[in-house]
């Protein structure tokens, strides 16, 4: 039996993780042959929650669940682990202000940080999903001086879904056919959903939809997507969010595509002109366990005015929890 890998879900007694746990024990991550043990935090108060999903976990016998910790300890959760998935965050309630919301969150991917910083392997890749999530990712990587960047991210995976399956609606195509498509920036409405270099069957994406939808329709429907699946549903995207983690983690662990890349956002180097330290979504490539920015790819000036928008938000948000960032100050 191969060694079973340990991955941490923070946020486990919440709707997302409900989504998620039980494909990571289906092997939906790994593979039908690689067990696991979960490593599941969550706060004091939703601790009795929690105990209902594990007895859940129980109830479904699956052979590749080799064991589980349930902790409200930062430390216990993150102790030798491989993977971990960010996903428990504070959210957003009446009458606070984005600024709160930013401290609050801050404060707990600051402990977080230091936390894995302290117990995760060394190789650890870890995905952040709670919200403000790029801001989050800088403040826990800038809290863990002895990872590097590389161990860290941010999911833009699920807006770049959201933009692939638009794009193939409108050309009538499967989303198979769709290649190509960037989200860069924040994971908020800045975000800039990008059909440049993006292809439906074969032929360019923007002389498949013309420029008028694209730019009048197709950027805000991704960029707005959240709200709106929130207004029908009732609640946050749960389901698809969950699978836009997998996705993000299993490319991450397995590689990317051979004709594709995906959207993820990491701490930049400088590429594409965007401040090095940024947590800043990319088009990324995964080869051999190594994470690649795309480069090269021509930025004409609609996108360039766009990608500074993003990357001001992103600015923006940093200076409000810059007193929470680590030693590390990108
Ligand atoms: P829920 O409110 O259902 O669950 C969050 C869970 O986190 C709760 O059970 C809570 O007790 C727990 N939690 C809070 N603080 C914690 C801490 N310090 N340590 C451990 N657990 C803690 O939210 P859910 O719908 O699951 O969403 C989770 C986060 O994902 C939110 O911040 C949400 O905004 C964010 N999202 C991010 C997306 C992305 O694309 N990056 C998309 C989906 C989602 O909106």
């Not at 699956?62 to 971990?84: G, K, Q």
């Not at 959210?91 to 606070?96: L, N, S, V």
């Not at 959207?263 to 990324?284: R, T």
Request: proline residues 5%; charged residues 20%.
């Amino acid at each position: 039996m191969k060694t079973p890998v340990r991955i941490a879900v923070t946020g486990a007694a919440g709707q997302i993780s409900y989504a998620l746990l039980f494909r990571l024990i289906a092997g939906d991550l790994l593979g039908p042959d690689q067990p696991v043990i979960l490593h599941l935090l969550e706060t004091p108060e939703a601790r009795a929650a929690l105990d209902g999903v594990a007895m859940e976990l129980d109830d479904c016998a699956a052979p590749l669940l080799h064991d589980y910790v349930l902790t409200d300890s930062a430390t216990t959760a993150f102790d030798a682990v491989d993977l971990a998935f960010l996903v428990g965050a504070r959210p957003r309630i009446a009458g606070m202000e984005r600024k709160d919301l930013l401290e609050i969150n801050a404060d707990i991917f600051r402990t977080q940080g230091r936390a894995l910083n302290e117990r995760a392997k060394r190789n650890a890749r870890i995905l952040i999903v709670g919200n403000p999530a790029n801001t989050n990712a800088l403040i826990a990587w800038s809290n863990a001086p002895e990872l590097g960047a590389d161990n860290f991210s941010a999911m833009t995976r699920l807006d770049h879904n959201r933009a692939v399956t638009l794009l193939a609606h409108r050309c009538e195509s499967p989303v198979s056919a769709v290649k190509g498509v960037i989200v860069w920036g924040n994971h908020s409405n800045t975000q800039f959903p990008d059909l440049h270099h993006a292809s439906v069957d074969g032929i360019p994406a923007l002389e498949r939809v013309g420029w008028d939808w694209y730019e009048q329709q197709f950027i805000q429907t991704v960029q707005v997507r959240g709200t709106a699946v929130l207004q029908v549903r009732g609640k946050s995207s749960a389901a698809s969010a969950a699978h836009a983690a997998l996705g993000h983690m299993r490319d991450w662990v397995l590689g990317t595509p051979a004709d594709d890349w995906v959207s993820m956002a990491l701490p930049g180097d400088g590429s594409y002109d965007v401040e090095p330290g940024l947590v800043f979504s990319y088009p990324v490539v995964v080869r051999d366990g190594q994470r690649h920015i795309v480069r090269d790819l021509s930025i004409n000036r609609f996108c360039a005015e766009r990608m500074k928008q993003t990357e001001a938000e992103l600015a923006a948000e940093r200076a409000v929890v810059q007193h929470l960032l680590g030693r590390r100050t990108p």
